[in-house]
């Protein structure tokens, strides 16, 4: 029998014991992990979770396995499909400038149009108060074919948008 999958995203004030509290009903409930994220964002602790189950299960049932954590938000999702592998050439960027706005939304609306995936973004605020540095790191798949010249295209970008941006290739690897 194939194996149903669920996105689960959670969302709270951060607190210890957290993660241990989404794992334990997913343990004790036969759920699998097959895939997660989270972070801290000024102190809202988010993960996200693809989890998988040899059985169908109801949204609402899983909704209500987790009605004991009253004290965050908790949204599931059924996937219609597994979940597909991004084939092309995986490439971390990194963007270092001063704090203003456009940045993400110039950087990604390049990406997008060169169908470049962007798989993961981190940004943050860092520095002093009186001189912020805006911080984006990236994690894309670049498509077979598309060549090298969407690195000049985007540095030039970066440069209209008075950025340092670094692109550097990096290997996967398969377990």
């Known amino acids: ?69 009253n004290y965050m938000t908790i949204s599931v999702k059924k996937i219609s499909r597994k979940p597909p592998v991004i084939e092309g050439e995986t490439y971390s960027l990194s963007v270092y400038g001063a704090d203003k706005a456009g940045i993400v939304y110039n950087v990604s609306k390049f990406l997008a149009e060169k169908g470049i995936n962007i798989v993961d973004l981190q940004t943050k605020v860092a520095g002093k108060e009186d001189k912020p540095i805006y911080i984006m790191l990236l994690e894309v798949v670049v498509p077979q074919g598309l060549g090298d010249q969407w690195k000049d295209e985007l540095k030039s970008i970066s440069k209209s948008l008075g950025i340092d941006l670094s692109v550097k290739s990096i290997e996967t690897f398969e377990f």
Request: aromatic share 10%; charged share 25%.
């Open 1 to 69: 029998m194939d194996r149903r999958f669920y996105a689960l995203t959670f969302v709270s004030e951060d607190r210890p014991g957290i993660v241990a509290d989404v794992t334990k009903i997913l343990y004790d409930n036969g759920f699998n992990i097959e895939d997660s994220s989270s972070t801290l964002l000024r102190g809202i602790f988010s993960m996200i979770l693809i989890v998988s189950k040899r059985e169908d299960v109801e949204v609402s049932v899983i909704q209500d396995l987790f009605a004991p954590l």
